[in-house]
């Protein structure tokens, strides 16, 4: 903990020292000091509330990410305090949980709300591979020598001040048992070579209902280091996915 507060007070200080009070590299430095997480989901899931007395629930959580995550543990822990039984057949279960993680690390807050925005199953954007999102600071006199100068100190001060995001997103399905038959219509397309599109459609019918949801959950902070994020991240989607229920 006194390292990274010392890490941070030394990069504000050396912006300030560089005489830039007034830089954009200070104002994020002094915005973004604190780690903040939010988890948001892109469509609310209702559970049918006759079947609260159900509490038996069959876990099924991928990780499809580049990052080795504990998230399954987490989420078995706070259903079981919950009062749901997990169960080892998923015939056995009243509700079947499924989870893909399909991304963690580094991402652009815009293509967040993008991936937000798609949905459950929804492509991800080009911006969740993420750099870092640097300060700048624009100059309106100073001539061609200023400006270079000042070019040169922003440089400085945003490899020393940066806002760093990171996320996990991951696409949810729950599978809730129905006395009454449910109808279900599934159609899929998808190209074959380079001129050839395939259609599929099926028609069932079963004894359940699927709600499908996705949750990006984030934390940012100045020069925050994924080690510092993820403890908090993985916590916040334990919860948002056990909250369902």
Not at 1 to 7: G, N, V
Not at 113 to 128: E, I, K, M, N, Y
Not at 193 to 219: E, F, H, L, P
Request: proline share 2%.
């Amino acid at each position: 903990m006194k390292t990274k507060i010392a890490r941070f007070a030394g990069s504000l200080l050396a912006c300030l020292g560089l005489g830039l009070g007034g830089c954009a590299a200070t104002q994020v430095a002094l915005e973004h000091k604190d780690l903040s997480v939010q988890t948001q989901m892109s469509a609310t899931v209702f559970l049918n509330l006759e079947n609260a007395v159900q509490k038996t629930v069959f876990l099924d959580i991928k990780n499809t990410s580049s990052y080795d995550l504990t998230i399954e543990s987490a989420v078995r822990a706070r259903l079981e305090q919950a009062g749901y039984r997990i169960m080892a057949d998923p015939q056995t279960a009243f509700y079947i949980l499924q989870a893909n993680v399909l991304h963690v690390g580094r991402a652009d807050p815009s293509a967040l709300q993008d991936a937000l925005r798609t949905g459950w199953s929804g492509p991800l954007a080009g911006g969740l591979a993420g750099a870092a999102i640097g300060a700048s600071t624009a100059h309106s006199n100073g001539g061609l020598k200023g400006a270079a100068i000042g070019s040169a100190i922003d440089l400085i001060a945003g490899s020393l001040v940066k806002n760093v995001t990171y996320s996990i997103i991951t696409d949810i399905q729950i599978t809730e048992r129905s006395e009454e038959a449910v109808a279900q219509k599934v159609q899929s397309n998808f190209s074959q070579g380079t001129d050839t599109q395939v259609m599929q459609t099926s028609d069932s019918v079963r004894n359940y209902k699927k709600y499908r949801t996705r949750i990006v959950s984030s934390a940012n902070r100045v020069n925050l280091d994924f080690e510092a994020a993820l403890p908090s991240l993985e916590q916040q989607l334990a919860r948002s996915i056990a909250g369902i229920f």
